[in-house]
């Protein structure tokens, strides 16, 4: 069973900055395509950022280019979410997940079959 675990999720003030980590057991972590996605209150899971095996290519939604940054360190079988000058719209459940195999850095939901629990994030203005 694939096992994915979020962390650094918290209360931060409106610009702050904000690093979420997703460790994965090295079954669902190796050759894989790793992703984030978050649930805000009341909306549906959105995508978030992408990146695969080699971590040379990136996938980020429009809503959060250039504030945000996602990257692997393989060696730890970890991924990151670097979250720059968070806004309020930053309210969500951040979530990890994992795609089969490397597919890129993919951002269709439905590709992704394996994921974490979720890590709240809450910004306030």
């Known amino acids: 069973q694939a096992q994915l675990v979020e962390s650094g999720g918290r209360l931060v003030q409106a610009g702050d900055s904000l690093r979420l980590s997703c460790v994965a057991d090295v079954r669902t972590f190796v050759a894989s395509t790793l992703g984030w996605f978050r649930q805000a209150p009341g909306k549906e899971r959105e995508f978030v950022a992408a990146?695969?095996?080699?971590?040379?290519?990136?996938a980020y939604a429009d809503s959060v280019k250039g504030g945000f940054t996602i990257y692997r360190d393989n060696r730890e079988k970890t991924i990151y979410l670097q979250m720059d000058i968070l806004g309020p719209d930053g309210t969500a459940v951040y979530s990890c997940?994992?795609?089969?195999?490397?597919?890129?850095?993919?951002?269709?939901?439905?590709?992704?079959?394996?994921w974490g629990q979720g890590t709240r994030v809450t910004v306030s203005s």
């Open positions: 997940a994992a795609a089969k195999r490397d597919q890129g850095a993919v951002t269709t939901i439905r590709k992704y079959d394996s």
């Open positions: 990146v695969n095996w080699s971590g040379d290519k990136t």
